[in-house]
Structures are given as C-alpha cells and as structure tokens.
C-alpha cells in the first residue's frame, strides 16, 4: 500500500491510514470467513478452524507451537534486525549531503545519515527510545540517552527545524525548540510514553501498531507484509503457550492459591502506565471468548454477540474520529487523532486476545477435561482482570482515550523540558 507524496516519490501511508485500513478489519477476522459454507463444514468436520491472524485453517496444537517458538529470537530480532545501527550505504551523494551539513550530532544520535528519509528517522527514534526508555533501562547513561534521542527526534522530524539545523547547527535552533506546540508531538513520541514499558508484554504482547512502526520502509528494512504477519503469528503462539502455563495450576485442581496469585498479579500491572483500561480490556476479551466455549448454546450466542458488537462499535468509534480529524490541523486535530490511537489499540488486543484463547482451549494436544478447564480459568482470570482497579484516583478517573491524551501531555511535556534545557546550554 502506497501514496504519492508531493515530490512524485511513492512512500506508504501515515500510521492512522494503515491503522484504519489493516488493524480494523483484523479485528474482525476471527469472525470473517471468505469460505464457501461446504469448505468451512468440509474444514470444522477435520477439526480446523479458521485462524483470523494467519487468514487460513488451522489445526491448534500447543505443543507444536512451543517447539515453533523454542527456536526463535525472542524480540523477532531475526525479522527487525534492530540491534544493528542503521547505517546507510555512504554513496556518493549521501557524502555530499553529509559535507553540506553544519554538524551531524543529531542525526548520530539516532544512527542515522544525514540524507536519511523521515522514515528511517522515525523507525530508529522508537528503537532508540524503547531501549533506553526508564522503566527498561534505569542506569544514568541510558535516561541520558533517552534525552539525547528525544531531542534529536523532535529536531529531524520537523522539517522545518530540520532544515535550520542542516544550514546552521544546534545554534540555529534555540529560538524555536522554546515554541512547541501540540501539532509538533509526533505519535512515535507518544508511543515511547505509553509502550515504553514492557509489563503488559506478556499479556497482550507487541501492539500491532508498534511493530509497523519498527518495521519501516520494507525497501530499507526487509520487513514487509508477509514478514508483519510472521511476527503476528508469533505473538499468538507466544501468548497462547504462556496463558495456557498460567492457567494450569488452576486446571490441576489448585484453584484457591491461584485465584490469589491472579489478583495480587493484577494489582501490581493496574498500578502500572495505563494499567487498568489495558487489563480492563483484556479481562472482558478472556470472559467473551471464554464463554462461548463454555457455555450452553444460547450463552455462548449471547457472548459472541457482546464481542461482535464490541468491536464493531469500537470500528465505528475509529472512523468517526478518523473523518473528525479531516480539514483540522494541529491542536484542533490532536483529540481526534488519539480517539483513532486508542480505539486502533483497542481493537489489536482483542483480535489478538481472541486468538489466543481459542488456541488454548482448542488445543488437539490437551484431553478434552483440562481444554474445559482451560475455558473454566480463563473465563476466571478475565472477571478478576476485568474488575481489577486502580487505587490512584488519577487513573481511575482517565478514560480510554484519556490515557493517550495523557501521555501526549508527558510528550508535550519531556519536549519542551528538552527544548529549554538545550536553550539555557547554548545560551
């Protein structure tokens, strides 16, 4: 999927286009199948059942899966390659732009070359700013670097001070990193303030958003469509093999004690950044799914409906904002544009929620008494999320789209405190 920038150079879409476009209707997948009624009787009578990540019939087997997972990088490094300083081919051109620059400080900061398009920018800012985000790495050097990305980031963003500083250095910059205003808080910014922290990482595992976002431009980076959806497969099968794990004392009987541990879990992660709508959401994805398994028939009709209906209303919710920010520009857009992020998000948890608990409880290598056991312990682990709260009155009081006007508040914040102190040293 491509655009035509205003130079004639095709370049992909921006994050909201590709996030209505793909992460919307892959909330739906696991209810969609474009198969004939006899395939899909033909695919249920093997056992298969239609698998909305993979696009595809599947046969749910968790020991397969952790021996697919054993093998692999944990971080998908293999796919990514983000430990690898982007590094440019130096052609004869990039060396010319190189020469014409007042200074490169920025831009080997970010490990990036001068000549670098805003793509490559944007993918090695997020990097930058996850590894040596505060709640991954708490040693002075990396909240020095994480300073030091930040404001490199918001220099080379901005065209407009990106160009100053080409011509003239940091020095040429003091007077306008003091006005920073809301249309200047780009979403990578925004990202690293919310997902910075990885302890949902296990739960929901890695925001569909994000690894667009580390993936790039496929023609710099390699990463493209097929290889997205390799490392969404991944993160089901990943999620799957440790909810399974989760559940089993439960499933063994040991139903009181793990209750306990489930709750003192929850109240730790709801205290965490934005710990209560994230585990909120997914608790109700566990229940949903959970009892459509479990249930008799007309319960189990009553919760497909509720999770049809809520995803449904949360794709409403996204186009609206989506046709809400057309025409705006800057603060008059930002409300708009984080409704999209947050509902976006929503919608990538519980598509991805979905699968994993069917892979659970449909899983061939388990006996049929501990699958509904399963189905019995997550539906248990879902009410305990999905009531957990926060004993911060802050938090609780922040809706769903709250939370990232929130965290555009910190970005907005970090920014200026950044521009200030750059100020007062050149001053």
């Known amino acids: 999927m491509t655009e035509q920038s205003s130079d004639g150079e095709q370049r992909r879409p921006g994050i909201i286009g590709l996030c209505c476009a793909c992460l919307c209707l892959t909330a739906l997948c696991p209810l969609i199948c474009?198969?004939?009624?006899t395939d899909s009787a033909v695919n249920k009578a093997q056992g298969k059942r239609w698998d909305g990540k993979q696009r595809k019939?599947?046969?749910d087997d968790l020991a397969e899966d952790r021996e697919y997972i054993e093998g692999l990088s944990?971080?998908?490094?293999d796919i990514f390659n983000t430990k690898r300083e982007y590094v440019p081919p130096m052609s004869e051109a990039t060396k010319g732009m190189a020469a014409k620059v007042a200074e490169t400080k920025y831009y080997d900061s970010l490990g990036v070359s001068p000549d670098a398009p805003q793509s490559s920018i944007k993918r090695a800012y997020y990097v930058q700013a996850r590894k040596y985000h505060p709640d991954?790495?708490?040693?002075p050097e990396a909240a020095e670097k994480f300073k030091d990305v930040g404001e490199a980031y918001q220099v080379l963003s901005d065209e407009k001070l990106r160009s100053q500083y080409d011509k003239m250095g940091e020095k040429g910059l003091s007077g306008d990193r003091t006005e920073v205003s809301a249309d200047g808080v780009d979403p990578a910014l925004i990202f690293a303030m919310i997902f910075g922290s990885d302890a949902f990482i296990g739960i929901v595992g890695r925001l569909a958003m994000v690894s667009m976002t580390m993936a790039g431009d496929p023609k710099e980076t390699g990463v493209d469509a097929e290889k997205l959806q390799e490392v969404e497969k991944r993160r089901v099968c990943r999620l799957a093999v440790a909810l399974a794990s989760k559940v089993q004392p439960y499933v063994e009987g040991r139903i009181e004690s793990t209750m306990i541990a489930w709750e003192a879990e929850a109240q730790r992660l709801v205290e965490a950044s934005y710990g209560e709508s994230i585990l909120n959401t997914v608790g109700t994805s566990y229940r949903l799914v959970g009892t459509q398994y479990l249930a008799s028939w007309g319960k189990a009709q009553k919760a497909q409906y509720?999770?049809?209906?809520?995803?449904?209303?949360?794709?409403?919710?996204?186009m609206k904002a989506a046709n809400q920010m057309k025409g705006k520009e800057g603060e008059?857009?930002?409300?708009?544009?984080?409704?999209?992020?947050?509902?976006v998000t929503s919608l990538d948890i519980s598509s991805?929620?979905?699968?994993v608990v069917v892979k659970v409880i449909k899983d061939k290598s388990a006996s049929p008494e501990d699958r509904k056991a399963r189905a019995e312990a997550i539906v248990a682990l879902g009410e305990v999320y999905e009531s957990v709260k926060s004993k911060d009155p802050k938090q609780r009081a922040m809706s769903a789209r709250g939370i990232f006007q929130n965290a555009a508040e910190a970005a907005m914040?970090?920014?200026?405190?950044?521009s200030k102190d750059s100020q007062a040293t050149v001053d």
């Open 34 to 37: 474009c198969c004939s009624a």
């Open 306 to 318: 509720a999770e049809t209906s809520r995803n449904l209303g949360a794709m409403k919710k996204t």
């Open 352 to 355: 991805t929620i979905h699968e």
């Open 413 to 418: 914040e970090e920014t200026m405190k950044n």
């Open 136 to 139: 991954r790495n708490q040693t």
């Open 74 to 77: 944990a971080d998908d490094e």
């Open 332 to 343: 008059a857009q930002l409300p708009a544009y984080l409704e999209v992020m947050w509902q």
């Open 57 to 59: 019939w599947v046969v």
